[in-house]
């Protein structure tokens, strides 16, 4: 079953009038979104350290407590049974959420942060929507033609293990879409984007009032490619996919520095996910909408 053309067509024209618009306001010698400065966070090193390893430790002992209270048992090849998968991954959102809450209650508690300082601000809610949509109609077609070439050329059919998944459980595919298009982006962005690069952007501007750090490159660049190649890292199960996804975070952390504001990379991050998730959804069910 394929994608109907039509969002197709309707989302490559708008995709084009905001790469229109972006290279008017270059020429303009504007930046395609104004910079919105802040004072440094106010969490360090140690904080980033402890909060990185609660992640994955909060991950471990969520699935170990539903395959404890569910009895599910892995299958000779190790595998957990796909009726208690879905759950799992519920699950596994649910402790990460919990996590993300958390984090920024010891913050605010621990270290004096603001809601400002964790990227959260209702006053710029209507302006980081809109960054966010335009960046997403800017990013889209570059990543999944550069993801469509890795495809072929690396000969890779890989899936997601949440869109192996949702082919294997059709039933329970809005819950897999909850989490891949809201909880993933969500928590992904604050620990990539709010904690680690704005830690990073504090270092470096503390190494900056000492001496000059990477002259050549712009303020803020530094942060934002070793929080990129990182994000890249933790997706390296999913080849070929780190390698659009580093050039889709060098997006998102562009987007966060400019505005220091989660939402408006929170946006390109769902939109992604809502459009892989969408054509999962028209394979599964299009048969039947189409009344074939």
């Known amino acids: 079953m394929t994608t109907p053309d039509g969002p197709i067509w309707a989302l490559l024209l708008a995709a084009a009038a905001s790469w229109a618009w972006a290279a008017w306001q270059v020429r303009q010698g504007r930046p395609p979104l104004a910079y919105a400065g802040r004072r440094p966070v106010p969490w360090g090193g140690r904080d980033v350290a402890i909060i990185f390893a609660s992640l994955p430790l909060a991950m471990s002992l969520s699935q170990t407590l539903l395959i404890h209270l569910y009895g599910a048992k892995p299958a000779a090849d190790g595998k957990i049974p796909d009726e208690v998968l879905a759950t799992m991954f519920a699950g596994v959102s649910i402790s990460e959420l919990c996590t993300m809450v958390l984090v920024i209650g010891l913050l605010i508690w621990r270290r004096g942060a603001s809601w400002a300082d964790l990227g959260f601000s209702v006053r710029h809610f209507g302006r980081d929507l809109a960054a966010g949509l335009i960046g997403f109609l800017l990013i889209i077609a570059p990543i999944m033609l550069l993801y469509a070439i890795l495809i072929r050329l690396f000969k890779s059919d890989e899936l997601h293990p949440l869109i192996e998944l949702a082919r294997r459980q059709p039933s329970q595919i809005w819950l897999i879409g909850f989490c891949a298009v809201l909880v993933a982006p969500l928590v992904e962005e604050f620990f990539f984007r709010v904690i680690l690069q704005g830690w990073l952007e504090r270092r470096e501007r503390s190494i900056a009032r000492e001496s000059r750090l990477l002259p050549a490159l712009p303020t803020g660049m530094v942060p934002i490619l070793i929080s990129s190649l990182l994000f890249a890292a933790v997706h390296a199960g999913q080849w070929p996919a780190p390698?659009?996804?580093?050039?889709?975070?060098?997006?998102?952390?562009?987007?966060?520095h400019q505005t220091h504001r989660l939402l408006?990379?929170?946006?390109?991050?769902?939109?992604?996910?809502?459009?892989?998730?969408l054509n999962l959804w028209w394979m599964i069910h299009g048969d039947a909408v189409a009344g074939k």
């Open 264 to 277: 408006p990379s929170l946006v390109v991050h769902a939109l992604l996910n809502g459009c892989t998730f």
């Open 243 to 256: 390698v659009p996804l580093f050039f889709l975070a060098l997006v998102l952390g562009y987007l966060y």
